[in-house]
């Protein structure tokens, strides 16, 4: 049986599970018809050229992993930020960790998705936010249709989240093959500061296919800062879509750093719904051996005066591929929009590979949108320069992969996170000396 | 301490260097002159070990070491330094990150560990104080939008720095103004000691009024034609290359 066979005929299993009256009901219905239809993408699709997912959809994917699967914490403590200064939501093979988790209720809720669908207190924000910026693509739509686990967090007008909160998915390798689904659903109100920290992390060898799907609603000047941490062991392969709404004076940036993992998918998709909205989309790519990564961004200026800044750094080793595809949208009304887009590759070795397609679709007539793209190789002429200074090639290599990074890593607003991302960086490169200043 | 003979050198098959004669003692400063293209800045890359340039005959070494055998890195460990004529600009990488790099590269080379923290900032006062270099400079991008004499500024703030044995200053005068001139000087002059030994290459006379040399040599088409004193260098300011072309005729 194909998994998309497989995963249509377990849901009528997975919606008789679920309690009766969801408020989502009717959502996931459709949303299961949606995908029994289209099916998963294939290379046939342009968004969809340079990644092919056969490779990881041939494997029997367990679809409702036990129940009980745990982690020790001396075994995953080092994938936390701290181990008291953050809000966790942790889930052991998409099932909710409440050892590992440190939720709260307190003025804001950072819980469970599940809790939120099922009890009445939340069912207006479900209403209210729940799918309502999610498109109807195949992936999205098989997401929604197992909607059930994930990150509920709700932040009320005026309060400033005083610690990050981490959104971390653990998948233990208790089954042979494992899919999980996770969910979140991210309400920032008016004026509201929150700063949120994403990971998948797959603790064994074998295979793992994450379709997760975000959507994070930034009201009128809220603030959201957002990052995502993928790096995963060569059998983890995700595929993450998140959707952003952004309101009025809002401010929204999301990092990517995508160092590991055998396939990755990234859609980002933002839209600006309100006058001088600000957006940042960054991401630095560490790449080697067969795996791939696909950036795949959007952003859709709806309104006038708002701004969007993209810059993704590549770094390509071995056969390793990567795609950037970054569509900006400045639609009739957005004028006075400025819109910018970098996106810098190295490859490393000949044998590497990066697709680059940045794609302008500007329909106003004042704005100001630029998109820059370079694909090289290192400088020679400054590595000579290092190593004359005594620094060996594989350092000077890596001193020069950081500065090329930096300007994705400078604009990284937790230091501690900073340090923990400098670290990977310096240990996927295999050098053991600090970037700090 | 550095012993050159008979070096011939090439790149992608055109002969540059066409049997290079030098012997630089410790203590000695060292000038070499010539007109443009004579094989000058050459003659420095191939000192450091630019692999884009091959040695295809002769001797190099630096004491007890063959240096054609050895990487660029590992020439700086035996205490190789070139002051670059156009330093690299490198975006991203500080002053502080990149000499700190340094520094400790090349204490792991001789198996030391790290210099402490403390050492190392106190070393950084002090060296930039003798180049008269602002504390501010020390955490800009390395090179990015330095102006010529902030290079070169830059460039022997490193040489004091890590203190080598063979400095070679190429074409340090070049884009500096009197008073930055003077400065670098200064601070090569401090840095002079009996136990290393400086290589000047320079067109200009200007720059050896305040480095004096023990030694200038004459560099033309590849070949040392011509040596001699700190006058040799006013004779050449005062008349040109052409003379000696014509002596070699």
């Known amino acids: ?437 | 301490m550095l012993h050159i003979k008979d070096l011939h050198a090439s790149v992608e098959d055109k002969d540059i260097l066409k049997g290079i004669n030098l012997d630089v003692q410790a203590g000695e400063v060292h000038a070499i002159m010539g007109p443009n293209g004579s094989g000058k800045s050459t003659l420095a890359s191939i000192i450091a070990g630019k692999e884009t340039f091959n040695i295809t005959k002769g001797d190099l070494t630096l004491d007890d070491d063959d240096l054609s055998e050895l990487d660029p890195e590992e020439r700086a460990h035996k205490g190789v330094f070139l002051s670059f004529q156009y330093p690299v600009e490198i975006p991203g990488v500080s002053v502080t990150n990149f000499i700190k790099t340094a520094i400790n590269e090349n204490r792991k080379a001789k198996g030391l560990k790290d210099m402490p923290a403390s050492e190392m900032l106190k070393l950084i006062k002090e060296k930039a104080d003798l180049l008269e270099i602002d504390r501010k400079f020390l955490s800009r991008s390395l090179n990015e939008g330095f102006s010529g004499g902030e290079k070169k500024r830059n460039e022997i703030f490193q040489m004091a720095m890590l203190n080598p044995k063979l400095a070679i200053l190429d074409e340090t005068d070049s884009g500096l103004d009197i008073d930055a001139l003077k400065v670098v000087a200064n601070g090569v002059n401090k840095l002079k000691s009996k136990d290393n030994a400086i290589v000047v290459i320079t067109h200009y006379q200007r720059l050896l009024d305040y480095i004096v040399p023990d030694y200038v040599h004459v560099l033309i088409d590849g070949k040392i034609v011509k040596s001699g004193t700190k006058e040799l260098a006013y004779e050449l300011e005062k008349k040109g290359y052409d003379w000696i072309k014509e002596e070699l005729v």
Request: net charge negative.
């Open chain 1, 1 to 437: 049986m194909s998994l998309k066979d497989k995963l249509v005929s377990s849901f009528i299993a997975f919606d008789d599970h679920l309690e009766e009256d969801s408020p989502i009901q009717e959502i996931r219905n459709k949303a299961i018809q949606f995908f029994e239809e289209k099916g998963f993408p294939t290379k046939k699709e342009e968004a969809w050229r340079y990644t092919s997912l056969n490779s990881i959809l041939k494997n029997d994917y367990c679809i409702f992993p036990n129940r009980d699967n745990s982690v020790e914490l001396q075994k995953v403590r080092k994938y936390f930020l701290h181990d008291i200064d953050t809000y966790k939501i942790v889930f052991i093979d998409g099932v909710y960790s409440s050892f590992l988790s440190e939720t709260t209720h307190e003025n804001m809720d950072v819980c469970l998705l599940s809790s939120a669908l099922n009890k009445p207190k939340y069912q207006a924000t479900i209403e209210n936010y729940f799918n309502k910026i999610a498109e109807e693509d195949s992936l999205t739509s098989l997401n929604t249709a197992f909607a059930n686990e994930g990150a509920y967090i709700y932040i009320p007008s005026h309060k400033e989240v005083e610690k990050p909160i981490e959104i971390i998915n653990f998948s233990t390798g208790n089954e042979a093959a494992l899919m999980i689904q996770p969910r979140n659903l991210i309400v920032v109100g008016e004026n509201a500061h929150v700063q949120i920290i994403e990971r998948h992390q797959s603790l064994t060898d074998n295979p793992v296919l994450t379709n997760s799907v975000t959507e994070i609603f930034a009201e009128k000047r809220a603030y959201v800062d957002y990052y995502k941490i993928q790096n995963d062991n060569s059998n983890a392969s995700l595929i993450d879509t998140t959707y952003i709404d952004q309101q009025r004076e809002s401010i929204c940036n999301v990092h990517t750093f995508s160092l590991g993992g055998k396939l990755t998918r990234n859609n980002l998709n933002f839209y600006q719904n309100g006058e001088h909205c600000d957006s940042t989309l960054k991401g630095v790519t560490i790449l080697k051996d067969k795996q791939h990564v696909d950036h795949n961004t959007l952003v859709r200026h709806i309104a006038p005066n708002c701004e969007s800044h993209q810059d993704y750094k590549g770094l390509y080793a071995d056969t390793s591929t990567g795609v950037f595809n970054g569509k900006v949208i400045v639609e009739k009304e957005a004028q006075k929009t400025n819109a910018f887009q970098q996106n810098n590759n190295i490859l490393i070795d000949d044998k590497a590979t990066v697709n680059a397609k940045p794609q302008l679709e500007i329909f106003a007539d004042d704005v100001k949108c630029s998109h820059g793209c370079t694909i090289g190789q290192f400088d020679e002429d400054a590595l000579f320069y290092l190593r004359s200074r005594g620094i060996p090639t594989k350092e000077a290599q890596a001193l020069m992969m950081y500065a090329f990074a930096n300007t994705v890593l400078e604009s990284v607003k937790i230091p501690e996170l900073k340090r923990r991302i400098n670290k990977l960086i310096a240990h996927k490169i295999g050098v053991n000396i600090g970037f700090d200043i």
